[in-house]
């Protein structure tokens, strides 16, 4: 069983910096993505960094240049660091971690963090 434990969020001032970290138990089979998404209260989940399993990466255009993804493959852990953080950042944070044999894979998520930018 997939479980994934995330840390890291918390309440910081406009301008300031959070690193959020998700690890991975129960790894069998290769990643094959591993990534973070973020739900502000009364708005859709959407993505905000991924990375896959060639190291390629993908960020949402709203946290370019301020948020960085990473990864650890050998502690299956994924990493968010935040910089310059807005109160529009303010959301729950989800990791979530593409999982499988070969020809697919399933999608498990973490519990969420909540990260709270104060003005």
């Known amino acids: 069983q997939v479980q994934l434990v995330e840390s890291g969020g918390g309440l910081v001032q406009a301008g300031g910096s959070l690193r959020l970290s998700c690890a991975a138990s129960g790894i069998i089979f290769r990643i094959k993505a591993m990534g973070w998404y973020r739900q502000a209260p009364g708005k859709q989940r959407d993505l905000v960094a991924s990375i896959t399993s060639d190291g390629t990466i993908n960020y949402a255009d709203s946290i370019k240049g301020r948020f960085t993804i990473s990864r650890e493959i050998d502690k299956n852990t994924v990493y968010l660091q935040m910089h310059s953080l807005q109160p529009e950042d303010t959301a729950v944070y989800y990791c979530?971690?593409?999982?499988?044999?070969?020809?697919?894979?399933?999608?498990?998520w973490g519990q969420g963090t909540q990260v709270t930018v104060s003005s």
């Open positions: 979530y971690v593409d999982h499988g044999p070969t020809n697919w894979a399933t999608r498990y």
